[in-house]
């Protein structure tokens, strides 16, 4: 590909746009994504606290919903302040290097995310479908192997893309990033060199970690339904339903999410960008805003942990 004579060659420093087309709402956008933001950090706290504070429910379940909500204040605070930067202060610089760390930051905590619903999902599976057995496959040592496994993954797997920009190219067309937060593509999309290797690895990494968790995520809930819906009692089924409720619910707002925006980034050309943008951030601030309000209202033990603490 030949390289464009008006280029920059290596640049330091890269500047985010925020929204496109919205810049001058852009303050007022800010309040309720700085709204968002806290709720979700007061929300996952809660039941942080709550989980680590009542050794009834120190079981698989809940240390997995807490180890989302970890996830959840982690991907937040990765974008947010920068985010809040842009929208309020006027401050849409970023080093290049910062600029590929939050990149890595993002996708790995998305990655550590989905990981965390399949494990959740397979814990629902055999606690259903195999009680008696439940105990001891999920020891507190699997759960501890099956949280650091996830956690390698996501690095090992959104690490190249991180190596592949920083190695591969020296020219850019430009500096700034129409987005309100460093993603893979709106980064590789500035190079004015051949990026065909970028997209590939990007798009084989989302099809992956995507492909793999969805697929096995929805076995589990095929064998729970077909489980739930032979069982004799009506009582006894909608008590097992019950338990998966919060997870459904969980799963099916962060996979829509992800794949809305996910689509309209690569094939939604005729979408405005500041659409694209906004569903972006969204899809980023909206799980871990939803996700302790659901387990908070769904999840029974939890939602009476969390009205005692309310109440004193």
């Known amino acids: 590909m030949p390289i464009s ?35 979700a950090m007061i929300g996952n706290s809660m039941l942080l606290i709550i989980i680590k504070s009542e050794r009834s429910l120190h079981e698989p379940m809940y240390i997995f919903i807490g180890m989302l909500g970890v996830t959840d204040i982690a991907l937040a605070t990765t974008i947010m302040p920068k985010m809040l930067g842009i929208f309020w202060f006027h401050v849409p610089e970023i080093y290049f290097d910062s600029c590929l760390l939050q990149m890595w930051l993002i996708h790995s905590f998305q990655c550590i995310e989905s990981g965390i619903l399949l494990a959740m999902a397979l814990d629902r599976y055999v606690a259903i479908c195999y009680p008696l057995r439940h105990g001891t496959i999920f020891t507190h040592q699997l759960i501890t192997q099956i949280g650091a496994m996830v956690t390698l993954r996501a690095a090992i797997l959104v690490a190249p893309c991180l190596v592949l920009i920083k190695c591969r190219f020296q020219f850019y067309h430009t500096t700034i990033i129409s987005h309100s937060y460093c993603e893979h593509m709106a980064i590789v999309k500035l190079a004015a060199e051949n990026v065909w290797v970028n997209k590939i690895y990007g798009l084989f990494v989302a099809l992956a970690v995507a492909g793999f968790d969805l697929t096995f995520i929805t076995l589990s809930y095929i064998q729970i339904f077909i489980t739930v819906f032979r069982l004799p009692q009506k009582k006894a089924r909608w008590k097992a339903f019950n338990t998966c409720i919060a997870h459904i619910c969980v799963f099916l707002q962060f996979y829509l999410l992800a794949f809305f925006s996910f689509f309209t980034h690569r094939f939604g050309a005729h979408v405005p960008p500041y659409i694209h943008i906004l569903f972006s951030s969204l899809y980023l601030l909206v799980p871990p805003f939803l996700n302790p309000l659901v387990y908070g209202a769904k999840t029974k033990q939890i939602h009476i942990h969390v009205v005692k603490m309310l109440c004193s």
């Open 5 to 39: 004579n008006i280029t920059v060659f290596m640049p330091s420093v890269l500047t985010l746009i925020g929204i496109p087309g919205l810049e001058s709402v852009q303050c007022w956008i800010g309040i309720p994504f700085c709204a968002i933001y806290f709720i």
